[in-house]
């Protein structure tokens, strides 16, 4: 498996990584600066992500990029 680390802060930033063939996302430093309502967003915004982008879950989304 794969980890997207680095950087994560928004959905934006774990769809891309979810894509590109992550099937973990680590929250770390962004989650020090934004505090735990950080996770409440990102799983909001990447839903919403989801759902547009026409994957039932995430496991249908990861590594979409890489094909």
Do not use: F, M, N
């Not at 989650?31 to 990102?42: A, D, M």
């Not at 915004?45 to 496991?59: C, F, P, T, V």
């Amino acid at each position: 498996p794969l980890i997207g680390c680095g950087g994560v802060a928004s959905g934006a930033h774990a769809y891309t990584r979810i894509r590109a063939g992550a099937s973990l996302v680590q929250l770390y430093s962004a989650l020090v600066y934004h505090g735990p309502e950080l996770i409440v967003r990102i799983k909001r915004d990447l839903a919403e992500r989801l759902r547009a982008g026409g994957y039932r879950s995430i496991a249908e989304a990861v590594g979409a990029d890489a094909h």
